[in-house]
């Protein structure tokens, strides 16, 4: 079966960078848009970035535009998110899900795939 996992998570202090991959394994049976959501204690899960297949359309959380960059390589089944200029608010679990469809989706429920989340904590 398909499955995404998240890696990349980490302590860092306000004003650092961090970079999240999530790679997908098993078999695709056909295109498909990705998004990185979050979700922090005693707080609803929240979209934070998605990607189309062919990363033509990309779409951002109004709270991290500018300082996060999704990116893709197909070749390698693999979705990254580059997170610059780190907040405390930013602290979170991340996770990566996967639809069957070549379009990204700011709804989670458009997902059908999700990861085990990997952990950030920003400190001030």
């Known amino acids: 079966q398909v499955q995404v996992v998240e890696s990349g998570g980490g302590l860092v202090q306000a004003g650092d960078s961090l970079r999240l991959s999530c790679a997908a394994s098993?078999?695709?049976?056909?295109?498909?848009?990705m998004g990185w959501f979050r979700q922090a204690p005693g707080k609803e899960r929240e979209f934070v970035a998605a990607?189309?297949?062919?990363?033509?359309?990309?779409y951002y959380a109004d709270s991290v535009k500018g300082r996060f960059t999704i990116s893709r390589d197909n070749a390698k089944n693999t979705v990254y998110l580059q997170m610059n200029t780190l907040k405390p608010e930013d602290t979170a679990v991340y996770y990566c899900?996967?639809?069957?469809?070549?379009?990204?989706?700011?709804?989670?429920?458009?997902?059908?795939?999700w990861g085990q989340g990997t952990q950030v904590t920003v400190s001030s």
């Open positions: 990607i189309s297949w062919t990363g033509r359309s990309t």
């Open positions: 098993g078999r695709m049976f056909s295109s498909y848009g």
């Open positions: 899900a996967a639809r069957y469809s070549q379009f990204g989706s700011t709804w989670g429920n458009d997902y059908d795939v």
